[in-house]
């Protein structure tokens, strides 16, 4: 997390730096300027420069500015107010951010800068449903010993693993003839996450205990389920009062994701013959071996790609651009699928007036929302040389490595 400089450190801080007459750094898209502090107040500051600098920078330019007091880098955005020979005068924020980390100076991109990008899954079709959520599919860390070595020896493993755990395991898979049926399975279909009942007389979790989400909540299931909740009674709450006047203690639902894909489901339940309460260690348990399952199909082509499919680009709004990653924005209403976290994009980075496109592979780091918005931030992984000059040169002035060097680094 960013340390945020209080508003009375934020007053101290410019106070040293216009006393020291130590140097600042504004940097825009494809340009930078140095200057000295010559005042401030509580909404602007006001900065003196060389007039040929300054006048590469226009009214409402948003801009990232960094500073230094005591040998501590501090650094906020802002936009130009007005520029006017050698003075800038940019508008100032609540907080100011101490000691940045970033691995590259962030830059408001270009105005006739385009970006769009594609998910690996663009050229499969799956006659199965689709949740709201798109995960990428990789191996992940292994704690419970599955084989892996093949199909056959995992699906082994798997049944000889919980044959003494569970009164009943199972793999159901999800097809053309297929689809989900029951309650539980359309609730698991399109949230695509674990349906965890610990007790068929209990309610569900209220709070996710996994970061990247993993559970479905109470307050989940009563979304799914509507306002008809109110009028018709819960269709879950009739379906676990089913299940326990059948002698059904705990159950467990956990969906194999491919991509956004529901393929099917991992089922796991414990009767009176082992009255044992599943909780999170079963979840990790189907977790892990729909994980593993769902890349070993991936893996062996089970879903084939359609030659004849040539997918549209997303194309985001771009908040800002590093030559390390990017800050994207996609609009709730005609973006319907989230990205969860490690998520892996194909990306194509153009400039309007034509020019060499750099493409790039970025994965999801962390993703936030507001009203209208579902917002990315996006690192770029395996990024050529050629690549990464290129985007450097349209980001930073003259690709000066001082402005394409990680944030801690930056020399004032």
Excluded: H
Aim: net charge neutral; proline share 5%.
């Amino acid at each position: 997390m960013p340390k945020l400089a209080t508003f009375i450190e934020k007053e101290f801080i410019l106070n040293q730096v216009q006393k020291s007459g130590s140097r600042v750094v504004v940097i825009g898209s494809g340009k930078s300027v140095d200057g000295r502090l010559k005042a401030f107040d509580k909404e602007t500051l006001s900065l003196s420069a060389t007039a040929s600098a300054a006048e590469a920078f226009k009214s409402w330019d948003p801009v990232s500015v960094f500073l230094s007091y005591q040998s501590q880098r501090v650094t906020f955005p802002g936009k130009v107010k007005r520029v006017a020979g050698g003075e800038i005068v940019i508008g100032l924020p609540e907080s100011l951010v101490k000691a940045p980390q970033r691995k590259a100076v962030r830059v408001p991109p270009p105005k006739d800068l385009r970006l769009e990008f594609y998910l690996q899954n663009e050229r499969i079709r799956i006659d199965c449903p689709e949740s709201e959520e798109y995960s990428e599919l990789e191996m992940p860390a292994l704690s419970v010993g599955f084989d892996t070595e093949s199909i056959n020896g995992l699906l082994a493993s798997f049944r000889d693993k919980a044959q003494p755990m569970f009164s009943k395991s199972g793999i159901l898979m999800f097809n053309k003839g297929r689809k989900p049926e029951t309650i539980e399975e359309r609730l698991i279909a399109e949230t695509g996450r674990t349906l965890l009942m610990t007790s068929a007389s209990s309610p569900l979790p209220a709070v996710d205990p996994y970061p990247e989400g993993r559970i479905v909540t109470q307050a989940m299931a009563d979304a799914f389920e509507g306002p008809s909740i109110f009028i018709e009674g819960s269709a879950f709450e009739r379906s676990r009062a089913e299940k326990a006047a059948a002698g059904i203690v705990s159950e467990l639902y956990c969906p194999i994701l491919y991509y956004q894909y529901v393929v099917g489901y991992i089922y796991l339940m414990n009767d009176s013959s082992k009255k044992t309460c599943l909780d999170y260690r079963s979840v990790d348990f189907a977790w892990e071996f729909s994980r593993i399952l769902a890349y070993s199909l991936k893996a062996n082509n089970y879903f084939k790609l359609s030659e004849d499919s040539r997918p549209d680009p997303y194309k985001p709004q771009v908040v800002d651009l590093s030559a390390g990653g990017c800050l994207l924005s996609m609009p709730k209403s005609s973006f319907k699928v989230k990205l969860k976290s490690g998520a892996v994009l194909d990306i194509l980075i153009c400039r309007e007036g034509g020019g060499r496109c750099v493409a790039m592979k970025g994965r999801v780091a962390r993703r936030f929302d507001d009203r209208e918005n579902e917002y990315y931030g996006v690192a770029f992984i395996n990024a050529e040389q050629d690549a990464c000059c290129e985007l450097r040169r349209s980001l930073y002035a003259d690709d000066s490595s001082r402005f394409a060097c990680d944030e801690a680094s930056l020399e004032l």
